[in-house]
């Protein structure tokens, strides 16, 4: 259940973007709930926030690596125009 709404989508055809989505509950679990701040503390959610590591991982390499943000953004029309 969404509750909210994103423009991650208007500034991805302006900007390289990602907008991961991580579950640590069960489809139907609401955040702001007891039983999202146990799951946040427990192991799910440890395991489940990996995927920022892996996040913080990709924007160091678009940073440090030589010619990976050119690349980045000479791609970014062509995807956007195809749609991805």
């Keep these: ?5 994103s423009d991650i989508g208007n500034v991805s055809t302006k900007v390289p973007a990602i907008h991961p ?3 640590i509950l ?4 609401l955040d702001h709930t007891p039983e999202f701040a146990a ?7 440890r395991h489940t926030m990996l995927a920022a590591e892996a ?3 990709t924007a160091a390499d678009v940073l440090l690596g030589p010619g990976l943000a050119d690349s980045a953004w000479s791609d ?3 995807k956007a125009a195809a749609g991805r």
């Design 55 to 57: 996040l913080a991982c």
């Design 76 to 78: 970014l029309p062509r």
């Design 39 to 45: 799951a946040a503390a427990g192991p799910r959610g």
């Design 26 to 29: 069960d489809s139907g679990a």
């Design 1 to 5: 259940m969404y509750l909210g709404s």
């Design 21 to 23: 989505v991580a579950a």
